[in-house]
């Protein structure tokens, strides 16, 4: 069972090689000579340092996300209310168009023109000129009903006067 293995711990010593040649600061190491323990610790310590760094920065930029989607998700919320809103203002924008339409059809069918209102003012004239008119008639009247009045009483005086002597 070891001798399945060594070819995989070779790929693995052969890949970390290939790494730490890649980071800044670390010593290149030929193919296949051999490492120091201290130089191996050292550079597998920062290695470890730099995927320390990376796992911060990489948890700095998760916390940085995770605000950026609760700042998204507020706007979406925003959005969804203006929506709404701007949805309810074009539907009372609506309603006042409709209102508007009806008041100028009304304007136009039910109100008075200068044509109607000079009819009702010549209507309102003669209608005025008559009653001046039965006023003065009344008057008219009047007069000759009291001067009929006193003419009734002084045939009467005079028909009671011719009863009361005595026939010839």
Known sequence: MIYQYKPRIR???LTLVNLLAKIPGMKSIGSDSPVKRSEFLKETQ?????????????????QKVSTLDQKVDT??????TLDQKVNNIALELVRTN????KVEYALETRVATKDDIGKVLDAIDQ????????DRKALV????????DAALNDHEKRITRLEATPSK
């Open 11 to 13: 790929y693995i010593r």
């Open 46 to 62: 920062s290695l470890r340092q730099g995927i320390n760094t990376l796992d911060q920065k990489v948890d700095t930029l998760d």
């Open 75 to 80: 706007l979406d919320q925003k959005v969804s």
């Open 98 to 101: 409709v209102r508007l339409e």
């Open 127 to 134: 209608f005025s000129h008559r009653i001046e008119t039965y």
């Open 141 to 148: 009247h009047d007069r000759r009903f009291t001067d009929n």
